[in-house]
């Protein structure tokens, strides 16, 4: 890799250029801008890459111990480079995660440091975050200001044990969050999420959902076109989620899911949903004894790691009552509210075709796909669904209870975005009952 700042002789951009020319031209189309010399976040990214690859060095020299202590959530360590810093929060604890999804150090390494550049993700979101993907598409990588870090960290140890105790969950998959710092001033911190929409080479309509209708709506790309648009719930209205046995499963899940946000007191939130037509081949394969074989493996054990061993303040197996409150975590108790984790509904496909296992009703766990990214992939009849929460950073505080009386006010009759946590996971999860079949 080349260090950040400095070109290349002559010879070897015009080599690049003509390299990467073509792909170029069709990732613009696609709303995805190769970040090359001439990006403005060129240089930015070539630190984060170098910074990233020294962090993964260690942690891939470093195994995992057989427990998650105290001191790993707490966990910052500070690598200093040549023309910057970077700081790693939560090492352990995102090593360890990363073990239980599958994902080797060797090929995170490999993704996120690769020579090929990064992408810019163009979004329409209301954030500033700055949008980065890996080249291969599989990971994300999000700038985030420095309060939703702190809310994540406040909560990481709560968040991993939601996924120890419900492994397919939807929830998005944090994988790492930093702090880069470049002198004198300038500092951003970002985290790396694994990409839903992966992979997505056929992938024929993305929508980006939150259960409500004003400013729901996105002009569709013109016909033919190969521009990348996510589209919102009313462009949805009308259509379904085909999933026949698997119904049940993804309702408890979203269910489970979104309770667990309530709980930290959080809203607008959205569900991303994607899909693309299953070939002939692949309808077969999901019926074939080999293929329920390795199927049932990666579902019940998907990896070895110290998340399914403990974590400090984990909750019992036996205990139905979710997840406690941690100390200045945000946090809230719903001992007066239905908790959806205390039911322990018949997993989708279960009887000849799945393994009789406690722990697969009591988690909720589905026969997943042999695929790279299965825990966010739905096969239907007829259609391959992509399935995940994302953005779960909004903590209803004052500012957001001034924002739902205003919009209250100017949108009277009309659903919108802005209400209260309880009442974004009710609307949320009856969209999902509402639009599956």
């Not at 209205?237 to 007191?265: K, M, P, Y």
Request: charged share 25%; with cysteine.
């Amino acid at each position: 890799m080349e260090p950040p700042g400095r070109l290349p002789p002559p010879s070897q951009r015009s080599v690049k250029r003509r390299r990467w020319g073509g792909l170029r031209q069709q990732w613009k189309l696609l709303g995805l801008f190769e970040i090359d010399q001439q990006h403005d976040f060129y240089g930015l990214t070539c630190r984060m890459k170098e910074g990233l690859a020294a962090a993964i060095h260690t942690s891939t020299h470093t195994p995992p111990a057989n427990d998650l202590s105290d001191d790993d959530f707490r966990s910052k360590v500070t690598q200093v480079h040549k023309d910057f810093s970077l700081e790693t929060f939560g090492g352990p604890v995102f090593a360890a995660l990363r073990a239980s999804l599958g994902i080797t150090e060797d090929e995170y390494l490999q993704s996120l440091c690769s020579e090929s550049c990064y992408l810019q993700f163009i979004s329409n979101s209301k954030s500033k975050a700055d949008f980065f993907l890996t080249n291969d598409k599989r990971f994300f990588l999000k700038t985030q200001n420095k309060r939703e870090i702190k809310f994540l960290l406040s909560n990481l140890k709560i968040y991993v044990e939601h996924l120890r105790k419900f492994p397919h969950s939807l929830l998005v998959k944090f994988l790492g969050v930093h702090r880069i710092r470049i002198p004198p001033g300038r500092k951003k911190y970002f985290i790396v999420m694994q990409s839903v929409f992966y992979p997505d080479e056929r992938i024929n309509a993305r929508y980006d959902i939150k259960g409500c209708q004003v400013s729901r709506w996105t002009d569709p790309a013109p016909e033919g076109s190969q521009i990348i648009v996510v589209l919102k719930d009313l462009n949805f209205e009308g259509q379904f989620i085909t999933l026949e046995r698997q119904r049940s499963w993804l309702v408890q899940q979203v269910e489970i899911d979104t309770g667990f946000l309530e709980r930290l007191n959080v809203l607008d939130y959205s569900l991303l949903l994607a899909h693309q037509p299953l070939h002939h081949d692949e309808r077969n394969q999901n019926l074939s004894f080999a293929s329920l074989i390795v199927r049932t493996k990666k579902s019940v054990n998907p990896g070895s790691s110290p998340i399914h061993a403990g974590v400090p303040g984990a909750v019992l197996d036996d205990d139905d009552a979710g997840p406690s409150p941690e100390p200045d975590s945000g946090l809230t108790s719903s001992q007066d509210r239905d908790d959806s984790t205390q039911t322990s509904p018949r997993p989708a496909g279960t009887g000849a075709d799945s393994p009789d296992i406690p722990d697969f009703r009591a988690q909720n766990r589905r026969l997943l796909p042999n695929l790279k990214n299965p825990l966010h992939v739905i096969d239907g009849p007829e259609q391959r669904y992509f399935i995940g929460i994302i953005d779960v950073f909004t903590v209803y505080g004052l500012k957001k209870r001034l924002e739902h009386l205003w919009k209250s006010l100017r949108h009277h009759g009309r659903s919108f975005s802005t209400v209260s946590p309880q009442e974004y996971s009710g609307r949320l999860r009856g969209w999902v009952r509402d639009h599956s079949e």
